[in-house]
């Protein structure tokens, strides 16, 4: 199937690379999006569309978001992001949890992560609930240690809009635990003792709870 990024994201701001922000952010005011968007590459648009690369495609409370697979922005300096806003700098947090580099991706995650619970906006749940497949051990690690009561909410929300998602999900924990675990590994451990295994449970545990209520 072939996307319209036109037709998903219509009557948005002037600019490619704005209006696919204001896509995947359509809570965010345009001049939050305007701040990140002058600390991007000039391909930021072709990168954010890439059309040779898989699509996270994500409902969230009603919109559809086209997550890209993989961006491969440099990274700024502290400098440069010192004097984004808390709204900007979890956009920008975001937009690097899609980066190629794993490390820069747990880097991320772990500022994103680290901000109060009342502070994490809630634009922000698609793009760290999207790690969950992650195939790199420590990024879900860290989203297992911070995953509060609040966050698991969301994702619980999040996977009744999406239940083919979460399905896919759940397959690319248990294929990348086969792959880079078990069959590679010696005394790696069972599945079910796996952490990507560990916080699928608490998941389903967490819908079979919400169900019941």
């Known amino acids: 199937m072939t996307w319209s990024w036109d037709a998903i994201v219509p009557k948005l701001p002037a600019g490619r690379a704005l209006r696919l922000l204001a896509g995947l952010f359509p809570s965010v005011a345009e001049s939050d999006l305007r701040a990140v968007r002058a600390l991007l590459p000039a391909d930021t648009a072709q990168q954010l569309a890439a059309t040779g690369q ?71 749940t698609p793009f760290t609930f999207s790690l969950l497949g992650e195939y790199v051990r420590e990024i879900v ?14 994702y619980v ?9 979460w399905q ?3 397959g690319r924990v248990a294929s990348y635990w086969d792959c880079y675990y078990r069959i590679r590994r010696r005394g790696a451990p069972r599945f079910r003792h796996y952490v990507g295994a560990q916080l699928l449970a608490r998941l389903q545990q967490a819908c079979r709870q919400a169900a019941s209520a």
């Open 141 to 154: 690690e860290v989203l297992a240690r911070h995953l509060t009561p609040g966050l698991e909410a969301s």
């Open 54 to 124: 898989p699509l996270r495609l994500i409902a969230w409370r009603g919109t559809a978001l086209v997550l890209p697979y993989r961006v491969y922005f440099p990274v700024p300096g502290a400098e440069q992001v010192r004097g984004l806003t808390s709204t900007q700098r979890q956009v920008f947090h975001c937009l690097y949890l899609r980066h190629h580099d794993g490390y820069v991706r747990q880097r991320h995650l772990e500022a994103l992560l680290a901000l109060a619970p009342g502070e994490l906006a809630d634009f922000t």
């Open 168 to 170: 896919q999900t759940q």
């Open 157 to 165: 929300r999040l996977i009744r809009e999406n239940p083919l998602y």
